[in-house]
């Protein structure tokens, strides 16, 4: 029951749940975007830090595309879908 929270939780990305195992494929996937395509880890992180602010994250999906936001905030080109995008 440690980690109950987990189930609940609005505000984790995919990493931070216990089933991460689960979307392997996609760290695999951003792993081997060509160079020119990937947003520098900075950014990524960047990104992320602010998808973890927003409150259209649920359990590491945006609530307003249906996105993986760990898939998408590694993609150079993509941006937030929001009205007034974060990033």
């Given at each position: 029951m440690e980690n109950e929270w987990y189930r609940i939780c609005r505000k984790c990305l995919l990493?931070?749940?216990?089933?991460?195992?689960?979307?392997?494929?996609m760290y695999i996937y951003i792993s081997n975007l060509p160079e020119e395509d990937r947003t520098s880890k900075e950014e990524y992180e960047r990104r992320l830090s602010k998808c973890r602010e927003c409150s259209h994250l649920l359990s590491?999906?945006?609530?307003?595309c249906g996105c993986f936001v760990e898939m998408r905030a590694s993609i150079a080109a993509r941006h937030c879908p929001d009205n007034v995008p974060e990033w």
């Open positions: 990493r931070d749940l216990p089933e991460k195992e689960y979307f392997s494929n590491g999906m945006c609530r307003i």
